[in-house]
């Protein structure tokens, strides 16, 4: 297997690892609605990525990623996350503008220089909307987390994972505090309104489903 795929190749194993395809079927809808593509194009690259060996993919049933297919897919998404956080934490940019231009960035990155990203940067565990980097040799963290519209009141939450591609909703949940590593006390959810109070820091907010879908944590205690 050549180490350079096209940007094409790598997009369609990102998007269909970012699906849940290391695990499990991804239907062509589903691929095709997070590429933005048409379905009929889908297909065509589904049976090429097989042909490929990087998927194994039935007609009807959906594509799954091979052993090769993710080591593939974690390699872009290693680079595009290093390239996120060294434009935040080196340059200086947003965390609501990075996602654009990683992806453009993330096929143009050698081996080479994606070990010197990781080395200046130490070595980072997770981008700046916390989602984890995949290591050098592909393995990635797993987490049990849950949308945080999913918790009701009396719960402790720490955000853990922003998701990066609305960059109106990004600077919206950095007015509110509700960024990676932020404590959100649920206090009360009206299911009529569907609307939730909740406490993050020193203020108390009012925030519907809608206002925090994308947002993921888990309880904690402290």
């Not at 940007?7 to 590429?35: F, M, N, R, T, W």
Request: proline letters at 5%; a negative charge.
């Amino acid at each position: 297997m050549k180490d350079q795929l096209t940007p094409a190749v790598q997009d369609y194993l990102k998007a269909i690892h970012s699906l849940g395809g290391a695990e499990q079927l991804v239907s062509p809808i589903d691929i095709a609605s997070q590429l933005g593509v048409k379905a009929p194009s889908v297909t065509g690259m589904l049976k090429r990525l097989e042909a490929a060996r990087l998927i194994s993919y039935g007609v009807g049933q959906g594509a799954q990623l091979t052993d090769a297919g993710i080591a593939q897919a974690r390699r872009v998404i290693r680079r595009h996350r290093l390239v996120e956080l060294f434009l935040t934490r080196v340059l200086g940019l947003d965390w609501s503008e990075v996602d654009t231009e990683a992806d453009a960035l993330e096929h143009a990155i050698s081996p080479r220089l994606e070990a010197a990203l990781a080395a200046h940067l130490g070595e980072p565990l997770e981008d700046p909307h916390g989602h984890p980097i995949p290591t050098a040799r592909g393995d990635l963290q797993k987490r049990d987390l849950k949308p945080l519209h999913h918790f009701r009141a009396g719960q402790r939450v720490v955000i853990r994972e922003a998701q990066d591609d609305n960059s109106d909703r990004l600077r919206h949940w950095q007015t509110l505090g509700l960024m990676p590593g932020a404590i959100v006390l649920f206090i009360s959810y009206q299911p009529l309104d569907d609307m939730f109070n909740v406490q993050v820091g020193e203020r108390t907010i009012h925030v519907g489903s809608e206002g925090l879908a994308g947002l993921r944590g888990e309880v904690t205690i402290e």
